[in-house]
């Protein structure tokens, strides 16, 4: 994978990028290492800084990957007080005609009166949406506490209710 991005527009921390992504067929489709094929992502980014409250986005279309897909990503982060910062993003994925795995359930031919369920693939658009909440505090002048929960928002794939993440980073040299 490489990838090259632009500022077309800079102003502090506020700025507008233009990215793209390729993707070269490295792996071996049959051992399930990569897709067998190339693929390209142009993506827009954008970056609002108003010193206590910031806004952020991308936006990237995937020709030629599995299937074409439509990534996105906002975030939101609040200065509350010195030190404390809160997080908010919403991250989605929309994939055209992946399709999604359903049950289907059908006389047994060789049981009378026994069902066979099993699962199949529907063609469809498949979107995944999360959410994920947090904080960052700086406890000390070296010390960072980030605590942050994700939620998925639709029931698309293997999903978590609930995923919550803790760390503490220490920074060295200060």
Do not use: C
């Amino acid at each position: 994978m490489s990838g090259a991005e632009y500022t077309v527009f800079r102003d502090g921390g506020s700025g507008v990028s233009i990215g793209a992504e390729a993707r070269l067929p490295t792996g071996k489709p049959e051992d399930l290492l990569g897709a067998g094929r190339a693929s390209f992502t142009p993506r827009f980014i954008g970056s609002y800084d108003g010193g206590r409250v910031g806004v952020h986005g991308d936006l990237g279309y995937s020709f030629r990957d599995i299937t074409d897909a439509l990534g996105y990503n906002a975030a939101v982060t609040v200065v509350a007080v010195s030190r404390l910062t809160l997080i908010g993003e919403l991250s989605g994925l929309r994939l055209g005609g992946v399709g999604r795995l359903t049950e289907i359930s059908q006389p047994s031919p060789q049981l009378a009166g026994v069902d066979t369920i099993r699962l199949a693939s529907v063609a469809q658009t498949t979107n995944r949406l999360d959410a994920v909440a947090g904080f960052k505090w700086n406890i000390g002048e070296t010390w960072l506490l980030t605590a942050n929960v994700r939620r998925p928002l639709t029931d698309v794939g293997l999903n978590a209710d609930w995923v919550p993440t803790i760390t503490f980073d220490y920074a060295f040299g200060r």
